[in-house]
């Protein structure tokens, strides 16, 4: 029988891993996180959830017994694993952070940041896959439908550069790698990228690397497109035109944002009406905010808010959002919605 306060985290050294034990030790009291290894992981270790101590568990029919529900943090082949051994008739309930589920037929998109208060959220626990959706795609929908609710907007273009940590410590680590190689005037490693990230822009990776720019662009499209009509505040908003870079930066998105509205609402009036309890505004007397000074932070900073000079109904904006935060805040959401 599953106890309704257990959570399983397959991948809990992995990065988002490790952002999720943050946030349940720190705003997620009522949970109780059980910590399993993922396939490159060591199990058996002793590590701490907050201030406890917590043995990481080797991947197996028996960590999972008795979860409420699985996050799946780890790598594809462990969130495989983690969903054959459960069955099918399990009752647990499994929270994908790393899209490996987002095709199941029983597959919810989720965002509680973005969710309407309307949408009754008894339903949620009805899915059998709750996949966290894109933290790009939570930024722009908590960005786009703010803005829309109260000055309504006509079409916009985007901008999103993406960080290393979207494909987890491997890429992370080749960035490091390569900065370092570049600076000793040694070969670069490309194993994640095929190519150089490090001081360098890439709308494209290498031909031979393991992932794909455009799909992760594609995601984010969908993902967004689902949000930007979830019923509520903002509903309606139109879909942007977006462009995915690869940024040679270690942690969190930024966002250049181009918006035509159907009127000119001014920069003073954008600034009033934008923010949230998840969107922090930075005003013009401020510095705009930085993808590094937004680190573990929640929800999302803009700023650098300036009228486009040749068109009086355009606004550029400057956004950034910690990526592993705003994905591991969501998935948590709906863990304790579930428990």
């Known amino acids: 029988m599953a106890d309704s306060s257990t959570v399983a985290l397959v991948g809990s050294e992995s990065l988002l891993g490790r952002e999720i034990r943050d946030i349940v ?28 101590p917590s043995l990481v568990e080797m991947l197996g029919a028996d960590s999972l ?5 699985v996050l799946l943090a780890g790598s594809a082949e462990s969130n495989r694993k983690a969903l054959e051994m459960a069955g099918p008739d399990s009752g647990v309930v499994f929270i994908d952070l790393t899209y490996s589920t987002e ?3 029983d597959a ?11 949408e009754p959220e008894d339903e949620s626990p009805e899915a059998g896959v709750h996949v966290v959706a894109h933290p790009a795609a939570i930024a722009l929908a908590l960005f786009l ?28 680590e ?28 890439l709308a494209k990776y290498g031909q031979d690397a393991p992932i794909v720019l455009e799909e992760t662009e594609l995601r984010i499209e969908r993902h967004l497109a689902s949000l930007l009509a979830l019923p509520g505040s903002g509903e309606g908003a139109p879909m942007p035109s977006l462009r995915l870079i690869q940024a040679p930066v270690f942690h969190g998105y930024t966002f250049s944002a181009w918006v035509e509205f159907e009127g000119s609402p001014g920069v003073e009036a954008l600034e009033s009406s934008l923010p949230t309890s998840s969107i922090e505004v930075r005003g013009r007397e401020f510095e705009p905010p930085t993808n590094v000074g937004q680190a573990g932070q929640s929800g999302i900073a803009v700023g650098g808010i300036v009228e486009d000079r040749n068109e009086p109904e355009a606004c550029w904006f400057w956004l950034v959002a910690d990526n592993l935060r705003l994905s591991a805040e969501n998935a948590v959401a709906v863990a304790r919605q579930l428990v």
Do not use: C, W
């Not at 919810?108 to 309307?118: G, K, T």
């Not at 109260?150 to 992370?172: C, K, L, M, N, W």
């Open 174 to 201: 080749e960035l490091q790698q390569q900065t370092v190689s570049l600076l000793s005037f040694k070969s670069l490693p490309h194993t994640m990228f095929d190519t150089q990230l490090s001081f360098n822009l």
């Open 65 to 69: 017994t008795g979860a409420r529900a």
């Open 103 to 105: 095709e199941r037929p």
């Open 108 to 118: 919810r998109l989720r965002a509680p940041l973005v969710e309407s208060e309307l």
């Open 145 to 172: 439908r703010r803005l829309h609710e109260h000055d309504p907007i006509r079409r916009s273009v985007i901008q999103i550069f993406a960080p290393a940590s979207e494909y987890g410590t491997a890429a992370v």
């Open 25 to 52: 030790a720190t705003s997620a009291p009522g949970i109780d996180l059980r910590l399993i290894a993922s396939d490159d992981e060591q199990a058996g270790t002793l590590t701490r959830v907050g201030d406890e």
